[in-house]
Structures are given as structure tokens and as C-alpha cells.
């Protein structure tokens, strides 16, 4: 599977951006990472192919994500962002398993920076 995202860049406090992921093929589940700078690689929200999400604790209330199952497409809405969501966001596909999701394929990153 291959995975092309888009729609980082520089956005204010309190502003959004909306990610976008496109799959090579249809997937079952979907998800995004982030990794910011000098952290580890964590998950910020997946999402079944029938729609059942997860979310970073971090992130609940701020963050969506959605899918369109016709085009293979993994959006993540971030409104409300803060400086600490600056990171590296990956895309991914995988699958659940005891509500747990697990990547499997990765997409490259794209660059998401909040300035204060």
C-alpha cells in the first residue's frame, strides 16, 4: 500500500489545518502518528473502515478524523491547535485488534508547526 498525504504547514495558536491521506488501494483502517521534535512517534487517532475512531487523549475535542471509503482517503481535521502539536505527521493504514490499532504501512510525514 502506498500512502501520499498533504495539507501540513504554518498556522497560528488556536488556528486549523486539515490533513489529507490517499491510499494506493482500499484499506481497512487508517490512522495518523505525529512525532514531535526530540519525542517519540505517537498515535493521534485511527479509524475503522466502518468508522469507529480513536483518539489521543491529547487531542479529543480538538481533532477529527474521517474517511471516504471511495477514494481510499484519510482526512484529519485539527481545529484549536496549540504549539505543542508541532510535529511530523504520518499517515498510515493498518488494522484493529482488541480495540487497539496497529499501522502497518506508513506514508512520509508532513511537517504541521503552530506558532505561539
Known amino acids: 500500500v502506498q500512502l501520499q498525504a498533504s495539507g501540513g504547514g504554518l498556522v497560528q495558536t488556536g488556528g486549523s489545518l486539515r490533513l489529507s491521506c490517499a491510499a494506493s488501494?482500499?484499506?481497512?483502517?487508517m490512522g495518523w502518528y505525529r512525532q514531535p521534535p526530540a519525542k517519540q512517534r505517537e498515535l493521534v487517532a485511527a479509524?475503522?473502515?466502518?468508522?469507529?475512531?480513536r483518539y489521543a487523549d491529547s487531542v479529543k475535542g480538538r481533532f477529527t478524523i474521517s474517511r471516504d471509503n471511495a477514494r481510499n482517503t484519510v482526512y484529519l481535521q485539527m481545529n484549536s491547535l496549540k504549539p505543542e502539536d508541532t510535529a511530523v505527521y504520518y499517515c498510515?493504514?493498518?488494522?484493529?485488534?482488541?480495540?487497539?490499532?496497529?499501522?502497518?504501512?506508513w506514508g512520509q510525514g508532513t511537517q504541521v508547526t503552530v506558532s505561539s
Open positions: 479509524i475503522s473502515y466502518g468508522g469507529t475512531t
Open positions: 498510515n493504514s493498518g488494522g484493529f485488534s482488541g480495540g487497539t490499532y496497529y499501522p502497518d504501512y
Open positions: 488501494r482500499s484499506v481497512t483502517a
